[in-house]
Nanobody, 127 residues
Framework: QVQMAESGGGSVQPGGSLRLSCTVS????????MAWFRQAPGKEREGVAA????????YYADSVKGRFAISQDIAKTTLYLQMNSLNPADTAMYYC????????????????????WGQGTQVTVST
């Protein structure tokens, strides 16, 4: 059983940066897809960024390309999300997740491949 725990959320002004961390415990051999999702009040959960640890392919939502970066530490026990140039539209609860699929892309009809989820960390961007 893979367990995941997020940290690093908080409040920041527009244009600011935050770095989220996700501690991963348990065997990850069968969960090569690691991703960050977010959910704003009244909206569906959406994929933000993902990494396929089999080939290091990265995936990003169009809304965060060039601003966010997903990475892992060498031991693959911590997943990161560096968020720069934050704006109020980035305000949401952020979740890390892991799973397995032929592709790690997080299209809405493929979120089901992500089986393990953290509890979430809140990110608020406001003046």
């Amino acid at each position: 059983q893979v367990q995941m725990a997020e940290s690093g959320g908080g409040s920041v002004q527009p244009g600011g940066s935050l770095r989220l961390s996700c501690t991963v415990s348990g065997s990850t051999v069968n969960t090569p897809c690691m991703a960050w999702f977010r959910q704003a009040p009244g909206k569906e959960r959406e994929g933000v960024a993902a990494i396929d640890t089999r080939d290091d392919n990265l995936y990003y939502a169009d809304s965060v390309k060039g601003r966010f970066a997903i990475s892992q530490d060498i031991a693959k026990t911590t997943l990161y999300l560096q968020m720069n140039s934050l704006n109020p539209a980035d305000t949401a609860m952020y979740y890390c997740a892991s799973g397995r699929g032929y592709s790690c892309y997080f299209a809405p009809n493929r979120i089901h491949i992500y089986k393990n989820w953290g509890q979430g960390t809140q990110v608020t961007v406001s003046t």
